[in-house]
């Protein structure tokens, strides 16, 4: 949801407020790089949204991006482009996400099944990066804590793709 507007798939760019949160969340994240799991790649949607958020992501924490089409936005059909209120004036509807197939949306089923190809593609994409690049790090840092450190993904999605990952890992 951007400016309180489901946008769905239609593919607008970040705006300014937008690329200010990533900014300072990158920032944030960067200064507390001795305590977090750190990331070794960005996986990203292709929307203008969340990939321009991953290129700042990338500039900050160095990494990185591969964008994947299984993390893009859900379809929200006949109800994309339209604001909260819209939603709840003109079809009485309070929680897109509890909407199932109705207003021609993404069924959840499809969704959930994308969204799994994208973990499926973007673990691929890791370990193909890690393990190429795992002997040199270790040469690289024989004394530094950098390569002992748990290696994640950081993925760069949308309202809706987050919490469907979060239900997945719950």
Request: glycine share 6%.
């Amino acid at each position: 949801v951007s400016q309180s507007r489901y946008q769905g798939r239609k593919d607008v760019p970040i705006n300014l407020k937008g690329r200010e949160q990533v900014r300072q969340s990158c920032q944030y994240f960067f200064s507390q790089k001795a305590g977090v799991v750190w990331p070794t790649l960005i996986c990203t949607s292709p929307l203008k949204r969340a990939a321009e958020s991953a290129d700042i992501c990338a500039h900050y924490l160095h990494l990185p991006v591969v964008e994947l089409i299984e993390f893009a936005e859900r379809g929200f059909g006949q109800l994309e482009g339209k604001t909260i209120y819209e939603v709840k004036q003109n079809y009485g509807i309070d929680d897109l996400e509890s909407i199932e197939n109705d207003y021609e949306m993404e069924p959840f089923v499809d969704l959930d099944a994308r969204i799994k190809r994208g973990l499926e593609a973007c673990k691929k994409e890791f370990m193909t990066r890690f393990m190429s690049n795992f002997n040199s790090e270790i040469e690289r840092h024989k004394e530094d804590s950098e390569v002992s450190r748990q290696k994640s993904v950081l993925i760069v999605t949308h309202g809706s793709i987050m919490m469907r990952l979060f239900r997945f890992f719950q």
